[in-house]
Nanobody
């Protein structure tokens, strides 16, 4: 069983930056894939990016255009989402998720249904 806790959300002006953290309470095995998703009011939850715990391979949603970066710290069981050049349309609740299988394709990373563990979410609000 893995429990995930996100932190780092808040209010920021357009063009600013935030770094979200996601810490797992249980051991994150090397076979895991970690994902970041977001959900804006009235919209479906969408894929932001993901990282394979072993090897650190990453995939990102196309709309990000290199503004966001995912990284991990194995010693801390923590995954980070560095968000730069934030836009008002980035306003959403951001969720961290974990799946106990390694991903090697974009469809694997981005499929919500493949993730077994979810955090409670952290609100990010970008003002114009």
């Amino acid at each position: 069983q893995v429990q995930l806790v996100e932190s780092g959300g808040g209010l920021v002006q357009a063009g600013g930056s935030l770094r979200l953290s996601c810490t797992g309470s249980g051991r994150i095995f090397s076979s895991y894939t970690m994902g970041w998703f977001r959900q804006a009011p009235g919209k479906e939850r969408e894929f932001v990016g993901g990282i394979r715990w072993s090897g650190g391979s990453m995939h990102y949603a196309d709309f990000l255009k290199d503004r966001f970066t995912i990284s991990r710290d194995g010693a801390k069981n923590t995954v980070y989402l560095q968000m730069n050049s934030l836009k008002p349309e980035d306003t959403a609740v951001y969720y961290c998720a974990a799946r106990p299988t390694p991903c090697y394709t974009r469809s694997c990373y981005s499929s919500l249904h493949g993730y077994d563990y979810w955090g409670q979410g952290t609100q990010v609000t970008v003002s114009s």
